[in-house]
């Protein structure tokens, strides 16, 4: 297969195609098996991948960090970006810049949507998005499609309940625009209160795809039809008033008992972290709940394969 | 030997045996050949390691991360895990789990005793207790063990003066244990102001193996006798009274005049930092003092050891 | 060329000969053609570098751990070297022994003039100065130097404009002295507020060569004669009177316009970051301005090419 990714940024979902999704799968799996046997190899060895946490993260920074070691790679570790060259009043232009002129590849969170975007222009180096404010976030989002592709292989059609904050929540923004294009036909029930509810562009996007799409604040009455309910943590760090935030951080919170009537070979996915109850410790252990096993694990496998795409000749 | 270490947990000294501890002085050994000649080499390459050091360290975070590079494993250098998830509001255990999935091993330090035990429950990957609270510092006993044992091959009987925070102190608490089940005949002197006596659970475990323990708060009179003196620093962090604290910080101060009966080959030792003169600097370079030579040394082949011991098939 | 930097501390420009330059330009051409073709190799393997930075740094540290990884070496990635054993009352002397023992070299920043001096005492292991205060930053120094020699290879002659605040400007120290003992004829505008002059002791290092030197405030009117304008940030962090660096850390704004009758082939350096607009936006992507360049990417070549030097046998 042409490696469409080689020297590519990735800071939005927007520009995969369905051919691009089938390549990163397939290094996916190769990742998968190399992890699996011997935990990794040399393949990026010599080349440095910079982390610029400017918003700080304890799982995506490691699942970065760890995929690009695992690779023989080495990385320049900022998670936090304080007491730094921006605070001595440095531009964000220069310091994408000099990390371009050090690093192989830019792996950008920022607290501002569209500053990985900005940092293209900057930077002489591939720049990763990896989670800008409310924005994007296409790894999870890849790595969430590859999870659920995986379970569910020869399905034609999935009903997929995306549940919770989905005004501010960038994991479910990239997520449902790259289900809408994977070419399959989905039945999306976007669920949360009135207040939280996706964002018209994100909907324009995936009605582009003629995808179904159902607006509800009742997570029950969608749980029995459902093969995928995805919750998310609403994210005080979101939140300007926190009145607000306490009245619905608790609005939605799934437990054993609720899923009584769901399908057997349903899948509870979660972006992780799991902060205010959204789900019940009862489901941790549930065979149902993969967000802490597999979907969590596929993060860096396809985060393996993102590196070895973008970065390797 | 067979390797009983692999794809073990270490969190207490209580469950190594003679013929553990036999295994990993061997190992280490062979690392000691191999820092001094080659500084280090590829056998972990493709592991992960995990620092989740929820008590900030300088010295034991930079020991462990530095073994496992010498060995050519990868990092996850997370020193304070503070803005994290957990302050997201995310279980312990969740995090255990997520950086389990991430790394082929845990090393954890944490303010509370007990929690790197709680880690094994969640972990799939081996965890390593890197200082709990007041609970026990097992890889500092093993190598503050290994010192004792390489500069005392022959002795069949040794004093051994444990002297500070005795009841604090977790680094004496795992080391008192430790030799106690060596094999060799101690007489231990347990050296501490009254209020910071050894706690009794610890006395007790010495005394299942018929050592000697000798309970005073007076230093001067038992440097003659010694073959070792380990001394402690009050660890101002455990204090909630600051006043109790500043009575007793500067209750014993080790010097070289006080040293003047000792036996000539005793052997001065410290877990390090020393931070409120409980060791002259005067005593720095002296041949008897080996907390900044081959105590801290050791550290590092000892970690090495258990790296490899623990990690590769 | 026999390697004289082997095991060799670097804390000064001072000791360095114009036969050490020459190796270490050799080895950066080496080190810049491996960097290009292959990003690096394992050359370092095994060993330890302990980047101990008691002043967060940004860039300078980011180099440095880059330059490491990039030769195959392992990194103790200490960036403000906060929540230590300082913090417990450790002593400056203590914290170097330390890791003396753990690295294969120690790369030391730190905020009072003289300690990297200090450390070399109680080290076992090469250390390398990466700013100490107003003092020096000879690794700068050297890839400036190397920068400019690069860029005229067969000039005798080169009029160098250093301009800013020359007082407490540690990069421009180390720049001078050295600068002034390459060999070839040098004048030199030192260009300055009046309060923010060279000190004394650099002016006298320079002298000894016979250099030219030439006192002024007036930026513009030395310009079209230079051959080299070295801008430099007024580091507001070196202030204690902050009303004396809001008077003047305006005072010189290089803009293109400045630059009409400047030579064609002038370079415009900076040790980076730009804070306060002493270099407009608009010279960034100006052919005569190397700092986010040249001067940068020999930064990284520099760095590797010294590790390589003081710590390959």
Not at 78 to 100: A, P
């Given at each position: 297969m042409n490696n469409t990714l080689?020297?590519?940024?990735?800071?939005s979902v927007d520009n995969l195609t369905q051919s691009d999704?089938?390549?990163?799968?397939?290094?996916?799996?190769?990742?998968?098996?190399?992890?699996?046997?011997?935990g990794g190899d040399r393949r990026l060895a010599g080349k440095i991948m910079a982390a610029l946490f400017f918003e700080p993260s304890t799982r995506t920074f490691s699942s970065f960090i760890t995929a690009m070691q695992r690779l023989g790679g080495g990385i320049i570790p900022l998670n936090g970006m304080t007491?730094?060259?921006?605070e001595k009043g440095e531009s964000f232009?220069?310091?994408?810049?000099?990390?371009?002129?050090?690093a192989d590849c830019l792996i950008i969170r920022h607290p501002l949507k569209g500053l990985p975007l900005q940092a293209c222009q900057y930077s002489k180096v591939p720049v990763v998005n990896a989670g800008d404010g409310t924005g994007e976030h296409p790894t999870q989002a890849i790595f969430d499609t590859f999870t659920i592709f995986q379970r569910f292989p020869t399905q034609k059609e999935l009903v997929i309940s995306l549940v919770g904050d989905l005004k501010n929540g960038r994991t479910v923004h990239s997520l449902a625009k790259l289900l809408a294009k994977t070419g399959i036909l989905i039945h999306f029930n976007f669920i949360s209160p009135k207040i939280l509810e996706m964002p018209e562009d994100i909907v324009r996007s995936v009605s582009l795809y003629n995808q179904h799409i159902s607006v509800t604040d009742n997570l029950a009455k969608k749980i029995a039809e459902s093969?995928?309910?995805?919750?998310?943590?609403?994210?005080?760090?979101?939140?300007?008033?926190?009145?607000?935030y306490n009245l619905i951080k608790n609005y939605y919170q799934l437990s054993k008992k609720m899923l009584a009537k769901s399908k057997k070979d349903v899948l509870i996915m979660h972006?992780?972290?799991?902060?205010?109850?959204?789900?019940?410790a009862d489901l941790d252990n549930d065979p149902r709940s993969i967000y802490l096993t597999d979907q969590l694990q596929n993060g860096l496998y396809?985060?393996?394969?993102?590196?070895?795409l973008i970065l390797r000749k």
């Amino acid at each position: 297969m042409n490696n469409t990714l080689l020297g590519k940024d990735l800071v939005s979902v927007d520009n995969l195609t369905q051919s691009d999704l089938k390549l990163i799968f397939a290094k996916t799996i190769e990742m998968q098996e190399l992890a699996q046997t011997k935990g990794g190899d040399r393949r990026l060895a010599g080349k440095i991948m910079a982390a610029l946490f400017f918003e700080p993260s304890t799982r995506t920074f490691s699942s970065f960090i760890t995929a690009m070691q695992r690779l023989g790679g080495g990385i320049i570790p900022l998670n936090g970006m304080t007491n730094t060259s921006i605070e001595k009043g440095e531009s964000f232009e220069h310091t994408v810049r000099v990390f371009s002129v050090y690093a192989d590849c830019l792996i950008i969170r920022h607290p501002l949507k569209g500053l990985p975007l900005q940092a293209c222009q900057y930077s002489k180096v591939p720049v990763v998005n990896a989670g800008d404010g409310t924005g994007e976030h296409p790894t999870q989002a890849i790595f969430d499609t590859f999870t659920i592709f995986q379970r569910f292989p020869t399905q034609k059609e999935l009903v997929i309940s995306l549940v919770g904050d989905l005004k501010n929540g960038r994991t479910v923004h990239s997520l449902a625009k790259l289900l809408a294009k994977t070419g399959i036909l989905i039945h999306f029930n976007f669920i949360s209160p009135k207040i939280l509810e996706m964002p018209e562009d994100i909907v324009r996007s995936v009605s582009l795809y003629n995808q179904h799409i159902s607006v509800t604040d009742n997570l029950a009455k969608k749980i029995a039809e459902s093969d995928v309910i995805y919750m998310t943590r609403v994210q005080k760090e979101r939140f300007k008033n926190l009145i607000e935030y306490n009245l619905i951080k608790n609005y939605y919170q799934l437990s054993k008992k609720m899923l009584a009537k769901s399908k057997k070979d349903v899948l509870i996915m979660h972006p992780l972290p799991i902060a205010a109850g959204e789900i019940s410790a009862d489901l941790d252990n549930d065979p149902r709940s993969i967000y802490l096993t597999d979907q969590l694990q596929n993060g860096l496998y396809v985060r393996m394969a993102l590196l070895d795409l973008i970065l390797r000749k």
